[in-house]
């Protein structure tokens, strides 16, 4: 059998994959090589008066050119796609405020949602309602930042409320240190670009409120779920893992229990989105089954499971990621109905392709990605792996079952798993085998406390029995996190190893359904292409050699990189604060395949001096005398840290600078004051707040 022949008839039975993938080229392509807006529209206009035409040619004409309508087709839907992601980029709105705007002008802003309490201040996402200029209001579009400082005022502020001040906004930069979240990007996809932190007197509040009623019911909705299961859940791990699991809200989260749920492939099971809705859709199927002697029932099964759905939804805060998964699910009860998996499959690339048609920029999130390949993989792999196993005994039988689901539904997102998180655990089926249906238990669970929470004594009692269970859950995911070599971390790949990964997957797979040797030659194939180029990644890394300064917020970080190995110079509260470590120089340790921290060969330190492969670097962070000298030191780096007091005209006379640093230590009007210093001894220099981290790669 060949290929040609396996794959056309999948084409033709799940007709809107065509649609979706030619629409997600054009959404990648117009992101990263932006096409002229008048070229996509003449493009688009012009296949789309080839496709119009095309239906009116004669049969045998059709069938001759078939071809060039396939090409013209597949062209409307990619230049769809860089138009809906255009529009969607909120750079591109003439009505943006940031066009207009200027650092002394009044913005009026409106809370997006009721104040979120960090460490040190409050936050809450903000739209740019106006701009104060000549004494007229210009409406706006845009959305930032709001960081408060706490005080008794915040107390009036909550979703709709309305403010004015004028404090300059700041741009919502990266890191730029080596492998970092591109934050910037991340706030950019949701339209949101600068960032503020008021304090008391720096804002006022307007009597004025600016709310809408769905929005508001579903913020007062979660307010009383939250006060239901707060009065009603006992143990602060138990509470907070019951609010992120019914209804997504993630602050009251114990962080090394987040940090145990990750690390044993069970995170999903907190992270609301499509497991939830799939339980409950699962469930909702279980109970329509009953109705299969009514002869409405073709009618009833879809009403009665997309309502529930969508009224889960709701409760939930329809946080995007919820409705995303709704919206899947709908597509879903829709297509089941059919009675066919490939109506499934056509189901699948309708509500992504309508989803992604509503918001392009969905399609680089993480768990839109994982929700469908996880679905899909079901679809596709669950039945098979099912039939490897028969068991007569019933309970065994559904055991395998609950673990066939569980092994298919890891396949395809495996590669995107080990690509964005970088580990893959162990022991996930025996996690998974646990958590799932349990967590299924304790949110039905909710659900149940949520309505009998008008008796109270009841409430107490089916409270105590939820925390229990809750508790049960965590000590098991505790314990399996405790096992040997329960994770493999540090793991990273590329984009290519990604693609290939799925290529090992989907043809391995499919030589077990098929027994088709041609797909075990290709799964060979590519397992072999991947593993050479795994094998080069290696090389390299074992013959890396570089020297990076980090690019951290009022902290000083150096790595000497020396192959797997590093040598660590930092601030001891680096050392302290593992959630700042784990953020700020754990990517860039992954990004380079560094293993462990211990010395290095060929590196010498004596107080601010260091050497190492023949580099010579000094570290000023304090007031420092140097003597001029007839024959000038070389210096291949200074790094200048923590706001000394420097001149540039004095080092000049002891040392020959080659390279100067400035770290994120350092405050910018110094930095600025050096700046010019430099550029008059004309001698380089890197600014990490500007530039990212510093890397000088010494092979």
């Not at 329809?318 to 109905?337: D, E, K, Y």
């Not at 795994?534 to 390299?540: A, G, R, S, V, Y």
């Not at 200074?638 to 706001?643: D, M, Q």
């Not at 210093?677 to 990212?692: A, R």
């Amino acid at each position: 059998m060949s290929l040609h022949q396996v794959f056309i008839p999948i084409w033709k039975k799940v007709p809107f994959f065509r649609f979706l993938l030619p629409l997600i080229v054009g959404i990648i392509l117009e992101w990263y090589t932006p096409i002229p807006l008048t070229a996509l529209w003449i493009t688009l206009i012009v296949s789309l008066i080839i496709v119009f035409f095309f239906f009116f040619l004669p049969f045998f004409e059709r069938y001759k050119l078939s071809t060039i309508a396939g090409i013209a087709l597949t062209t409307f839907f990619i230049c769809l796609g860089s138009l809906f992601i255009y529009q969607k980029n909120i750079y591109h709105n003439k009505n943006w405020f940031y066009h207009n705007y200027k650092n002394e002008e009044q913005l009026v802003i409106t809370l997006l949602e009721p104040l979120i309490e960090k460490a040190k201040s409050f936050k809450a996402n903000a739209s740019v309602d106006y701009i104060l200029i000549n004494s007229n209001f210009k409406k706006t579009k845009g959305k930032i930042i709001i960081y408060f400082q706490k005080n008794s005022v915040l107390q009036k502020l909550n979703y709709g409320s309305q403010l004015v001040f004028n404090k300059p906004l700041q741009q919502i930069a990266n890191t730029r240190n080596p492998g970092a979240f591109d934050y910037k990007r991340y706030t950019q996809f949701q339209g949101i670009t600068h960032q503020v932190f008021l304090k008391k007197n720096e804002f006022e509040i307007l009597p004025t409120k600016n709310r809408q009623k769905i929005v508001q019911f579903i913020f007062a909705l979660r307010e009383n779920v939250l006060y239901i299961l707060r009065n009603n859940i006992k143990g602060k791990q138990e509470l907070g893992l019951a609010e992120a699991l019914l209804i997504g809200y993630k602050d009251d989260l114990d962080k090394s229990l987040v940090q145990s749920y990750t690390n044993t492939g069970v995170i999903h099971v907190i992270a609301i989105s499509g497991l939830h809705i799939g339980i409950i859709y699962w469930l909702l199927v279980q109970f329509c089954s009953l109705l299969k002697k009514n002869r409405y029932f073709f009618i009833l099964q879809p009403i009665i499971i997309i309502t529930c759905l969508w009224i889960f939804s709701l409760l939930a805060g329809a946080q995007p990621s919820v409705v995303r998964s709704a919206v899947m699910f709908t597509f879903i009860a829709l297509g089941t109905s059919l009675s066919r998996k490939t109506s499934i499959l056509n189901s699948l690339a309708l509500s992504a392709f309508l989803l992604l048609c509503y918001n392009p920029f969905w399609l680089w999130d993480v768990g839109f990605q994982l929700s469908y390949l996880a679905v899909l993989s079901i679809v596709l792999f669950m039945q098979p792996i099912y039939n490897w196993l028969y068991f007569k005994n019933k309970l065994l039988q559904f055991i395998w079952k609950l673990n066939a689901v569980t092994i298919a539904a890891q396949l395809l997102p495996l590669p995107i798993s080990i690509f964005y998180f970088h580990q893959f655990p162990t022991y996930f089926l025996l996690s998974n085998f646990v958590a799932v249906p349990l967590s299924s238990i304790i949110l039905l669970g909710e659900i149940f406390l949520c309505t009998i929470s008008f008796f109270p004594f009841m409430a107490i009692v089916f409270g105590n029995f939820l925390s229990k269970l809750i508790g049960v859950m965590n000590g098991y995911i505790e314990s399996v996190e405790l096992l040997p070599f329960s994770i493999l971390e540090n793991l990273s790949i590329n984009i290519g190893q990604v693609i290939l990964i799925f290529a090992v997957i989907i043809f391995s797979c499919y030589w077990l359904i098929e027994k088709n040797k041609l797909y075990l030659k290709l799964g060979l194939s590519a397992l072999l292409i991947l593993f050479i180029l795994q094998t080069k990644q290696l090389i390299d890394t074992k013959n890396q050699n570089k020297i990076i300064v980090y690019n951290l917020p009022k902290q000083t970080a150096l790595d000497f990189v020396q192959g797997r190995n590093v040598f660590f110079i930092a601030d001891s509260s680096i050392f302290v604060d593992k959630i700042f470590f784990n953020f700020h120089i754990k990517p860039s340790r992954i990004y380079n395949q560094i293993t462990q921290t211990k010395s290095l060969n060929n590196f010498y330190q004596s107080g601010n001096f260091i050497q190492y492969n023949n580099k010579r670097i000094l570290t000023i962070d304090r007031k420092m005398k140097f003597k001029k000298t007839n024959e000038k030191t070389e210096l291949d780096i200074l790094i200048v840290t923590k706001n000394p007091t420097l001149y540039f005209s004095e080092l000049a006379n002891t040392f020959k600078i080659k390279q100067v640093v400035f770290d994120g230590s350092n405050s910018k009007p110094k930095i600025n004051y050096w700046k010019k210093d430099c550029n008059s001894l004309h001698i380089p220099y890197h600014d990490t707040n500007e530039s990212g981290a510093f890397v000088m790669n010494l092979n």
